[in-house]
């Protein structure tokens, strides 16, 4: 339980360090361009691939690093790439912090391996039910004024078709990224 805790303070110590900020941003660029390319399949469910990003930042560095940038890439797409002329709704950027937070926990010194599949397992389901199932589906409810759980079952079916998915695409990138990293935090 000690290790839990300490990975807070921890992970924070991350925004302190420049090259650390720098690898940060440009994560948080990529989730941005990422999020532009979304796959509508209906009203209220799209497929992105941002998240793939922001679990690169919670692997490399943490759970306060990636809830901070859950929230700060949600404004700024909003902002950006906001192509139905809605307003800002303040849910959707809790859940994004909430997916950058999981995600961190989850994936926080992660080593490349066997012990880095159960993670990204784990960490997809939390972020499903949590984020993508409760979360989401009752901030496009309320947004929406339609029906919790009319929703809830669309959402539950493009869920799990997309969760393999999910898995094998982290699955593959993760490691890249782990290694690239690494490559270039060493000293000259």
Same mark, same amino acid.
């Given at each position: ?11 924070a ?5 420049v ?13 941005i361009i ?61 859940v ?18 066997k012990?880095l ?7 997809r ?16 409810? $309320? ?7 009319? +929703?809830?079952?669309?959402?539950? =079916?493009? !869920?799990? #078709?997309?969760? &393999? $998915? ?7 990138? +993760?490691?890249?990224a782990?290694? =690239?990293? !690494?490559? #270039?935090?060493? &000293?000259?």
């Open positions: 339980m000690k290790n839990f805790f300490s990975m807070f303070p921890e992970s110590k991350n925004l302190k360090d090259k650390a900020l720098t690898t940060m941003s440009m994560l948080m660029a990529l989730q990422l999020g532009i390319f979304t796959i509508p399949i209906g009203p209220t469910i799209k497929i992105t691939f941002g998240y793939l990003a922001i679990s690169c930042l919670g692997m490399l560095f943490g759970p306060v690093p990636a809830f901070l940038a859950g929230g700060i890439v949600d404004i700024i797409s909003y902002f950006l790439t906001d192509k139905t002329g809605g307003q800002f709704h303040p849910g959707f950027t809790l994004q912090m909430t997916g950058g937070l999981i995600y961190g926990i989850c994936l926080y010194k992660a080593q490349t391996g012990s599949v159960p993670r990204i397992v784990i960490c389901v939390l972020i499903v039910i949590i984020c993508n199932l409760l979360m989401n589906t009752y901030f496009i409810s $309320v947004l929406y004024g339609k029906g919790f759980l009319a +929703l809830f079952s669309t959402r539950v =079916a493009k !869920n799990l #078709i997309q969760f &393999p $998915v999910d898995v094998v695409l982290m699955c593959a990138i +993760l490691p890249i782990y290694t =690239a990293y !690494n490559k #270039i935090r060493k &000293p000259a």
